[in-house]
């Protein structure tokens, strides 16, 4: 049973491009949640969707950020505009139900912005 | 507001010596409580949790017991190996909403 899987692992990016960062949950997980890790610090929550809903964009910034996690696919993370304080480590966590017991990580995607 | 704070790193041992990461949180509720480790270029593998106090999570020899009096979650292992080098994360959830919150880290260098 494969985990949660991200891509691309590693992104380069120039200032204003648009980044997009891809998670597949584990099989039969409709729960994601988007983490943000700045170097040398702890990792900040940023959203949590459900298929098609989002439920909580509380730690998502106003602008240039958006998340969605269609019916089919995966979840998609999308910054737009990036600028160089976006480079970052950008972690994918899924879970069966909102329970936290059930969340797994994946490997991440770094982020590099020129 | 709810927070968790560790010791700062680096930390650096010997192999087989003792490890104590000191770990405290301030949450309204009864938070879970995680520790995570982190190797270099990966991802977060869950280490260990207890989900009540006086509980005790281990794992890989590791271990840590939640404490409610003194809220903390202090993560211990006897005689650590080379293999143990990495960033190891405390997290508690539970507080209200969806959201995991983490320290900041500490950084973990073994010696042989």
């Known amino acids: 049973n494969a985990g949660v899987m991200q891509n691309p692992r590693h992104l380069v990016r120039r200032r204003g491009q648009e980044a997009r960062l891809r998670c597949s949950p584990m099989?039969?997980?409709?729960?994601v949640y988007w983490y943000r890790q700045l170097p040398e610090e702890g990792l900040k929550f940023m959203v949590y969707?459900?298929?098609?809903?989002?439920?909580?964009e509380s730690g998502m910034p106003k602008e240039r950020f958006s998340a969605e996690f269609p019916k089919e696919g995966p979840s998609i993370l999308r910054i737009q505009q990036v600028v160089r304080g976006d480079s970052a480590a950008y972690f994918c966590?899924?879970?069966?139900?909102?329970?936290?017991?059930?969340?797994?990580f994946g490997p991440g995607t770094r982020l590099t912005v020129l | 507001g709810n927070s968790v704070t560790q010791m700062e790193g680096p930390v650096t041992l010997s192999e087989e010596a003792f490890l104590t990461i000191n770990c405290t949180y301030t949450?309204?509720?009864?938070?879970?409580l995680f520790w995570y480790v982190q190797y270099p270029g990966e991802g977060l593998q869950l280490l260990l949790k207890?989900?009540?106090?006086?509980d005790k999570g281990s794992n890989k020899g590791f271990e840590a017991t939640y404490r409610k009096e003194t809220t903390s979650f202090h993560l211990e292992k006897g005689s650590v190996q080379v293999s143990d080098s990495a960033v190891y994360f405390c997290?508690?959830?539970?507080?209200?909403?969806?959201?995991?919150?983490f320290g900041a880290g500490t950084r973990l260098f073994v010696k042989a």
């Open positions: 099989k039969g997980h409709s729960h």
């Open positions: 966590a899924s879970s069966l139900r909102e329970s936290y017991n059930e969340q797994f």
């Open positions: 997290a508690l959830w539970g507080t209200g909403g969806f959201k995991t919150i």
């Open positions: 949450a309204t509720g009864y938070p879970s």
């Open positions: 207890a989900t009540k106090a006086d």
């Open positions: 969707l459900q298929k098609e809903n989002i439920i909580d």
